[in-house]
């Protein structure tokens, strides 16, 4: 089946160490994304790629670094710079065009990342 | 920039109707989508509207776009306890695409 997976679904990071988020697609997909959920404050885009090899900030990029070497794969990591850390972590994707229109993103699971 | 809204919480009865209200600030949006996240997990489309469109209706959902006033709202006929969840407000335009979410609305059923 299509779909898009994260990993893991607990992740628990002590301070000043830098961890990274999986996120796989097998849907074939040009667009992936890397939101930030908090109580209370939706969805906040961290980072977003289109293409392969090419990737654009967010709104919260600060403290955050991604690459997009395969079309499939979109790894976020956590460095020690996001001085605050502890949220759930969604990636999705997105078929996209050359106008960048899609009616469905598709979400992972999320990732939980607790700082200790 | 581009900024959506909505309120954080909502309580109804079973067998009512639940409304969720969303406004937005995007006067380039060309899609406007609702998710549907459950405890822990990602979102699930539920629905979307184009621009272009005032209304559809999709089983017991019915979204409703006032574009002049640049607000969306989700209704839900006949409620249920597993409807519980929050909901997303969100849109995309021909701007690079990406997804602007509201904050979410917390939809409480009670029995």
């Known amino acids: 089946d299509g779909g898009i997976t994260q990993s893991p679904k607990y992740l628990f990071r002590k301070e000043g160490q830098n961890v990274t988020l999986s996120c796989e697609q097998n849907l074939n997909h040009d667009a992936m994304y890397w939101y930030r959920q908090d109580p209370g404050q939706g969805l906040r885009l961290i980072y977003y790629?289109?293409?392969?090899?090419?990737?654009q900030k967010g709104d919260i990029a600060e403290g955050y670094s991604v690459s997009r070497e395969k079309k499939e794969s979109f790894p976020l990591t956590v460095t020690s710079a996001q001085k605050n850390p502890t949220a759930f972590y969604l990636c999705?994707?997105?078929?996209?065009?050359?106008?960048?229109?899609?009616?469905?993103?598709?979400f992972g699971q999320g990732t939980r990342l607790t700082v200790v | 920039g581009e900024d959506v809204e909505q309120s954080l919480f909502l309580s109804v009865r079973e067998g009512d109707s639940s409304v969720i209200n969303c406004t937005y600030t995007d006067s380039s949006s060309t899609y406007l989508y609702w998710y549907k996240q459950e405890p822990g997990a990602g979102l699930q489309l539920l629905t979307y509207?184009?621009?272009?469109?005032d209304m559809k209706q999709d089983q017991r959902l019915t979204v409703l776009l006032n574009k002049k006033d640049k607000h969306l709202s989700l209704r839900i006929a006949d409620t249920q306890t597993g409807d519980s969840a929050i909901y997303f407000c969100a849109e995309s335009n021909n701007q690079g695409g990406k997804l602007i979410f509201g904050q979410g609305t917390e939809l409480s059923v009670k029995p």
């Open positions: 509207i184009f621009s272009n469109m």
């Open positions: 790629s289109q293409i392969v090899n090419d990737f």
């Open positions: 999705a994707s997105t078929a996209g065009d050359r106008g960048w229109i899609s009616t469905e993103a598709f």
